[in-house]
């Protein structure tokens, strides 16, 4: 059964019988958890258990654990700083600071790596802007683009070398927003800045293997559309001029940036190029109304994503 292009937000701790059939009949690629799926340790491992065995081997299971303020696991795990107390730390050391970086990103990996959950949606490589939203804030190492770069690589590092898959984000760079992309569709129409600093550090990481696109509507790369639905800023900037040749996910289909019918977000933003879609707010209803929209994953792409996996969990080996 072909896989679809999807990864779902479920209810709550445990599958219901309708989020079961989903998973059996619909086949997405994964699941994304949240604080609402996640109690103690034993329970999260037995959910993702049966997700996996719903879906199959490749199932991707995802959740945003960044530290910080952006932290899916409860209290009853260790605790992480933002990547904001790396970013300072690199202006007294920045041997240091990668340091640090690489060895709790490597130890949030372990966490994850032991819970059965095989991608991280970290880390942020967007620039902190004064001036901007505080959605990014804290979660953003740094204003430097340098420094973003070379810890973002640290933190990609610890990840991996912990068998977790890095998915950067927010590309092509969400950092200038002056608005929540989770509460309407930012505008940032400031072409010289973003090429001259805030695609840095995408560029820097282009090779990894996963990123996330911003909801954001560049207007000097794209007068008329989003960065997620539009097919000049995937291939002219983010597969051009960035040179980011991996796969590509939506950030989550819910946030208000968005408008109009689910099946018609997917579909447009499968159409401009998008590999993956994340729906993320479980609720099946809507949760199915991206599924129509979301079309199917070729067999390339599934085997993309198999040989990511076989590769991380061979590399000690």
């Known amino acids: ?80 700083p933002p990547a904001k107390y790396f970013g300072d730390l690199s202006n007294n050391s920045m041997e240091k600071a990668k340091k640090e ?40 190492f740094s204003s430097s683009a340098d420094i973003v770069s070379k810890l973002a690589l640290e933190a990609c590092k610890g990840l991996l070398e912990s068998n977790i898959l890095p998915i950067i984000k927010h590309i092509p ?42 909801h954001i509507k560049y207007t000097s790369l794209d007068k008329n559309l989003c960065a997620t639905y539009s097919r000049v800023i995937i291939d002219r900037y983010i597969r051009g001029k960035i040179g980011f040749n991996g796969i590509l996910l939506s950030d989550d289909l819910c946030m208000k940036a968005l408008k109009g019918p689910y099946s018609n977000r997917a579909k447009k933003a499968r159409n401009a190029g998008c590999d993956i879609l994340l729906h993320c707010d479980g609720n099946l209803s809507n949760t199915y109304n991206s599924y129509l929209g979301a079309g199917f994953v070729s067999k390339s792409l599934l085997r993309k994503i198999h040989l990511l996996k076989k590769s991380i969990s061979n590399k000690k080996n």
């Open 101 to 140: 970086t690489f060895y709790n990103y490597k130890n949030i990996g372990k966490i994850l790596n032991d819970l059965g959950i095989n991608f991280n949606c970290a880390p942020v490589l967007d620039l902190s802007i004064k001036s901007a939203n505080k959605i990014i804030g804290d979660r953003a």
């Open 1 to 80: 059964m072909r896989h679809s292009a999807i990864i779902i937000g479920i209810k709550g701790k445990q599958l219901n019988k309708y989020e079961i059939q989903f998973l059996k009949e619909c086949k997405p690629l994964g699941v994304i958890l949240f604080s609402r799926n996640i109690d103690y340790k034993e329970q999260t491992v037995n959910l993702i258990k049966k997700i996996k065995y719903l879906i199959g081997r490749d199932a991707m299971i995802l959740i945003d654990q960044e530290g910080g303020r952006v932290s899916r696991l409860s209290s009853k795990w260790k605790t992480f």
């Open 173 to 214: 760079g969400h950092g200038r927003a002056k608005a929540d992309s989770h509460l309407e569709l930012p505008e940032i129409n400031t072409k010289e800045k973003l090429l001259e600093k805030d695609f840095l550090p995408f560029i820097k990481l282009s090779h990894m293997p996963l990123a996330m696109i911003a």
